[in-house]
């Protein structure tokens, strides 16, 4: 059982940074995938950014591509994401999540989520 907490979410104005934190505890395997998610009002959950499971490569969403950079901290337990030169669209909730896997990114509503930090990109 995993259990995830972010922190780090704010205000911030376009243009601006922020790092979110995602401590994860009660990792028994390697293989797990893990990911941020973002949910903004009115609108679907949607994937951010994804450590693939079994290889260790990360996949962005072609709307954060180049700007946010998800890394993981094995020491710690953690996940971070990097957001840089944001915009007003980028605002929404932030939720990580894990699932145990072979291989891939598959987070499915049943895995593990966090409770989510909400980002808000506002002059």
């Known amino acids: 059982q995993l259990h995830l907490v972010e922190s780090g979410g704010g205000l911030v104005p376009p243009g601006g940074s922020l790092t979110l934190s995602c401590a994860i505890n009660?990792?028994?395997?390697?293989?797990?995938?893990i990911g941020w998610f973002r949910q903004a009002p009115g609108k679907a959950r949607e994937g951010v950014a994804c450590?693939?499971?079994?290889?260790?490569?990360?996949n962005y969403a072609h709307y954060v591509q180049d700007r946010f950079i998800m890394s993981k901290d094995n020491a710690k337990n953690a996940v971070y994401l990097q957001m840089n030169n944001l915009k007003p669209e980028d605002t929404a909730v932030y939720y990580c999540?894990?699932?145990?896997?072979?291989?891939?990114?598959?987070?499915?509503?049943?895995?593990?989520w966090g409770q989510g930090t909400q980002v808000t990109v506002s002059s």
């Open positions: 999540a894990a699932a145990q896997l072979a291989m891939g990114c598959a987070i499915g509503e049943s895995d593990y």
């Open positions: 009660g990792f028994t395997s390697p293989n797990y995938a």
């Open positions: 450590i693939v499971a079994g290889g260790g490569r990360t």
